[in-house]
Each structure stands twice: as C-alpha cells, then as structure tokens.
C-alpha cells in the first residue's frame, strides 16, 4: 500500500489546516508504516506557481511547511517528505502526460472554473493544466491509495482516466504502466470555521488575527482569541439538532470535539444548559494543552533553514529514486530516444 498526497505551501498555518489535513497524514503514516505500507508527503511548490506568488515568500512557506508538518507528528524517518521541485520527475511526467489528457476533460474540473473565474483568458496554462500535474503526482510513484476530500474527488477521478486511457493506448493488456489509484476518504474533519464568522472558514487571508488559532500562538494568545469569539447569548443546547441556526456555537462545539477526539454529542452532554462563560475557558485550556507542545516545536523549527533543507533534501532523494523507474517506462511506452 502505497499513499500519496500533497499540500500547497502556505504561511500562517492555523487550526484548520491541523485539523482538516495535516492531523489525518499522521494517523496514516503511523497506521500505514506499522503495516508495512508507505506514506509519501510533498509540498506542492510546483502547483504554487501556476497562482500570481512573490518568489521570495513561497521559498519561505515552503519551508514553514515543513517545520509545521514536523512539528504536528510527521515523521522523515516513517514517511518521505519532500517538495515538488526537488524532484523534476513530476514536471517531466505531466509533460508525458499531457499527450494522453484531453482539452476537454480539463474544461470540465471545477477548480478551474472556480479559480479562472470570468477571466480565463486571463488565467496561466499552469492553471489549466493543474490536473494533469496532479495525476502526475500520484502515478509517478505507482500510488496505491489518495486521501480526498469533496473538492479534490474529481481530480483523481482524471488521474484514473489519464493513467487507463495511457494503459489502453500504449501498454500490452496484460502489462498495465500505471497503476490506477483509489480514493481514502478520511475521517470526518471538522470544517473549522472563522472565530468571529461562523459562516466563513477560517483562513490566513482573513485580515483580523483574531478569526483564526495560528499554530505560532501561545497559550495567552489562545485564550484571548478564544475568550472573544463571536457567540450568542444563549446556553448550549442537549443536542447537536439544537445548534441548528447558531453557526458561531456549532463552530467552537466542533472544534472542542475535533481536539477531545469525541463527537459533538458527546461535549453537549457535558456542557448542556451552560453558558459560553464557562464553555470558552474549557475549550481554551483543552486548545493550549494540545496546540502548546506543537506550537513550541514549530517555532523552534521555523528558525532551523539548515535542518529543514535537510529534511527535503533527504526525502527528495528517496523520492526521485522511487520514481525513476515509472519515469523510465513512461518514456519507453512514447518511443522516446534517452540516452
């Protein structure tokens, strides 16, 4: 068994993104690599470019990535953690499989409306051809197994078409090139939403500090937040069906379980009837106990340049020696002359 997936570098790192990503990549490498499986992890640099970026920033995030998948329990020595670009395979491959993808299959991803917007003619090839990177992500290393959410389901429904169509066009029958991936859905993740709008996701870009848990924040820094959150006056309800219309109780009710490893259901119990007088300061303590050690870590890592390019540097070399071989193939099935 083999699990591939890949994370846009970004700075700020913050609860959400703990929770909904970074949290389900420990849990397989430590239930994978115990079975004997394999866990490859990179920062999709190269998918960064195909988005308006300041270079000097992305070399940053890309490091503060690092340190943050580290600190959170990502393990070089368990898993292969590498970004893109240390390993041109993933360029070379998407090149390859370009010929095999169609205009018409891309036309169609959602992202790409999404993000194109009513500018597409505005819009990079990059951007375009985004999926088809992304196929090439997972089929340069022969992945058994992709983690996906609601938003990334189509994407790797096109890394199947690609890798089958590729297989019918230029394999034998019996002597399939690519293998084609299937689908982990992970735990339910709480969808972590803004402290101060329950009806936004929390998010770096939001210009108040105060929406968000950053994973660089101290334990007073997290109770403040925490203490101001946006909430309403009335008490918590019995059941989950009773934080219906009360975005802002929903949210803080999810993060609580989300961080306690229990179900909503399970912290209403607790807390029906009470107040968020006395809920908030148990949800901040519950947050410093968790995020502190974490936080510590991160901070003490972020300033390491040397130890963090070590890290990328040693799984990008396990990486490009596992993709070698697919590569190779690839290039035979085309009928292209290497030397």
Known sequence: MRIVSGIQPTGNLHLGNYLGAIRNWVRMQDEYS??????????????????PHTPSELGAATREMVAALVSCGIDPDKSILFNQAQVPAHAELQWLLNGTARM???????????????????????????????????????ATHVPVGEDQKQ???????????????????????????EPII???????????????????SDPSDMSR??????????????????????PLPATVEGLAGRPEANNLVGIYAAMAGVTPASVLTDFEGKGFGQFK????????????????????????????????AKGAFKARDLAAPTLARTYEALGLVRG
């Open 155 to 181: 994407h790797l429904e096109l890394a199947r078409d690609i890798a089958q169509k590729f297989n019918n066009d230029f394999c034998a029958e019996d002597a399939p090139l690519f293998t084609l991936p």
């Open 213 to 234: 848990i950053n994973l660089t924040d101290d334990a007073d820094a997290i109770m403040q937040k925490v203490k101001k959150a946006k909430t309403d006056p009335e």
């Open 34 to 51: 115990a079975k004997g499986g394999q866990c490859l992890y990179f920062l999709a640099d190269l998918h960064a470019i195909s988005m």
């Open 281 to 312: 300061p148990a949800l901040g303590e519950l947050l410093v106990e968790k995020l502190s050690p974490m936080a510590a870590r991160y901070r003490e890592l972020r300033q390491d340049r040397e130890s963090l390019d070590a890290i990328l």
């Open 104 to 142: 018409g299959w891309l036309n169609r991803m959602t992202q790409w409306k999404d993000k194109a917007g009513k500018n597409r003619e505005g819009a990079s090839v990059a951007l375009f051809t985004y999926p088809v990177l992304q196929a090439a992500d997972v089929l340069l290393y022969q």
């Open 186 to 204: 992970p735990p339910e993740a709480a969808r972590i939403m803004s402290l101060r709008d329950g009806s936004a996701k929390m998010s770096k």
